[in-house]
């Protein structure tokens, strides 16, 4: 399985438009940061988990000219803003499969109404294939899936279990039967927004703590803002198991 962070910002992304803040002056491309996205292939399959709107920017810097579906963590607008951009996909595909929660599907179906609904369709518009997924297994390809029921402040947000892998963004609390699911995982994604604490996103010492807690072989921190400081400085005070994630890293699993 080999996962591709297609965007590893915060809702605003790094640099932040008008910012002097030095990390968005930085000249390290692993300072520069899109919305939070994950790009995650196995044999014949490839998934994309959320679709923000830097969507056409990853496809293109990465190469991607198929995919089998979205899965959506939740319905912020930096997890889903890129939906028009499947265009390119359906036209040569077809309807392209979402998965989410029935609330995130409502909410897609209200914000893009031209591409959910079926009724007077533009002849541009691209069409999906609604699939409402709760807290329960759900299959992808020919992999089952296992849903990680967590809260963002006070919404509920999906992280994911692929196999020995697991995606975790937006998250502040994860309740204890929660946790179990996480047995045995060998690498884990989870967000760290900043070093100050955060209303409903883990801070880096939040998500440190959580990876103690977990013991994954490898952890890596995602959905990071200008103010967790420059990824070079940052990542030599971690655990020698924990990395910070960059846009378009690879990894194998």
């Known amino acids: ?9 915060t809702s605003q992304g790094i640099p932040v438009i008008g910012s002097d803040h030095p990390v968005c002056l930085s000249d390290d491309p692993r300072d520069k940061r899109l919305r939070v996205s994950v790009l995650i292939s196995w044999g014949q399959y490839c998934y994309v988990i959320d679709c923000g ?11 991607v000219s198929r995919i089998d579906g979205i899965v959506f963590t939740h319905e912020h607008a930096d ?6 951009d499947i265009r ?25 109404e031209y591409i959910f609904s079926s009724e007077n369709k533009y002849p541009g518009a691209p069409s999906v ?17 296992i849903p990680i029921n ?15 892998f697991v995606y975790m963004t937006d998250v502040k609390t994860v ?3 929660e946790k179990k699911k996480l047995r045995g995982v060998k690498v884990l994604v989870v967000n760290a927004l900043r070093i100050e604490p955060h209303h409903s996103h883990f801070n880096l010492e939040e998500a440190l703590k959580f990876i103690e807690e977990i013991k994954p072989e490898k952890a890596y921190l995602t959905h990071i803002s200008h103010l967790m400081g420059f990824h070079a400085e940052v990542e030599k005070k971690l655990p020698k198991n924990v990395y910070i994630a960059y846009d378009n890293l690879k990894i194998t699993i």
């Open 88 to 112: 390119p996909f359906f036209f040569r595909q077809g309807d392209i499969p979402v998965y989410a929660h029935k609330r995130v599907l409502e909410s897609l179906s209200a914000r893009f």
């Open 150 to 164: 967590t809260f963002h402040n006070r919404l509920q947000v999906f992280g994911f279990r692929f196999k020995d």
């Open 129 to 145: 294939i609604e699939h409402e997924i709760s807290n329960t297994p759900f299959l992808l390809g020919n992999l089952d899936i």
């Open 175 to 177: 309740e204890e039967n």
């Open 79 to 84: 997890h889903t803003m890129g939906m028009d």
């Open 53 to 63: 709107p830097d969507f056409r920017q990853q496809m293109l810097s990465n190469n």
């Open 1 to 9: 399985m080999e996962v591709t962070f297609l965007g590893t910002g």
